[in-house]
């Protein structure tokens, strides 16, 4: 079975540019997570979905991050206008989740991202 | 509130020697208990998890970890290590009254050498 596919798997731009990371999860869940990664921060959970649905997106740092999800099989993580600070590896996860649900979240490989 | 603790940042162990990376939780009410391992350039790989029951969880490639309620702990353990199994370790905690909300620990860098 596929697992969460994640795309481009590294991406360097200058800073200002705008960068779109992509996801697509495991088919048949419905949970979707946006994680960031830094040696500093340690993991931090951006944004999570439901159903296609923004539930929680009190990670996101501020409004330069956005966080789409139009279908099941589909969702993106912009940055715009992007800023050296923005540099870290990007995961989605997705899982099946609910309020009886005990299921792993099952992570994508990443997306590293720099920004010069 | 939920947090996890990994009170080593690294463990070096000799291949064929017993592995054991150590996690507390701290969680209001029951948890529910991951961990991952992640290897260089690769997303977390799901190793096991405790939700109830026996207090021993087995899980992939031969790990198994024992949850300690009165210590609030959630070490894992591997008998034998392998070479193969030097990567980065993460506790994971959610409270069972949260439905989707993981407290990740800092990780445990694991070098097991020939």
């Known amino acids: 079975d596929a697992g969460v596919i994640q795309s481009p798997r590294h991406e360097v731009t200058e800073m200002g540019q705008e960068v779109t990371l992509r996801c697509k999860p495991i088919s048949g869940h419905n949970s979707l997570f946006w994680y960031r990664q830094t040696m500093m921060r340690g993991l931090e959970l951006l944004i999570y979905?439901?159903?296609?649905?923004?539930?929680?997106d009190s990670g996101m740092p501020e409004d330069r991050f956005s966080a789409k999800m139009p279908n099941a099989s589909f969702s993106t993580l912009k940055i715009q206008p992007s800023e050296p600070r923005d540099s870290a590896v990007y995961f989605c996860a997705s899982s099946l989740a609910g309020s009886v649900s005990n299921q792993p979240q099952h992570f994508g490989d990443g997306t590293r991202l720099s920004i010069l | 509130a939920q947090s996890v603790a990994q009170p080593e940042d690294q463990v070096n162990v000799a291949e064929g020697n017993p592995l054991t990376v150590k996690c507390t939780y701290s969680?209001?009410?029951?948890?529910?208990l991951f961990w991952y391992v992640q290897y260089p350039n690769r997303g977390l790989q799901f190793l096991l998890k405790?939700?109830?029951?026996?207090?021993l969880v087995k899980g992939s490639y031969g790990f198994e970890a024992e949850f300690n309620k009165s210590q609030t702990s959630f070490h894992l353990k591997k008998p034998s290590a392998l070479v193969s199994d030097s990567a980065l370790y993460f506790c994971a905690v959610r409270a069972l009254s949260n439905d989707y909300k993981l407290s990740f620990g800092a990780g445990t860098t694991v070098t097991v050498r020939a």
């Open positions: 969680v209001s009410g029951n948890p529910y």
């Open positions: 979905f439901n159903n296609n649905v923004p539930i929680d």
């Open positions: 405790y939700i109830t029951g026996d207090n």
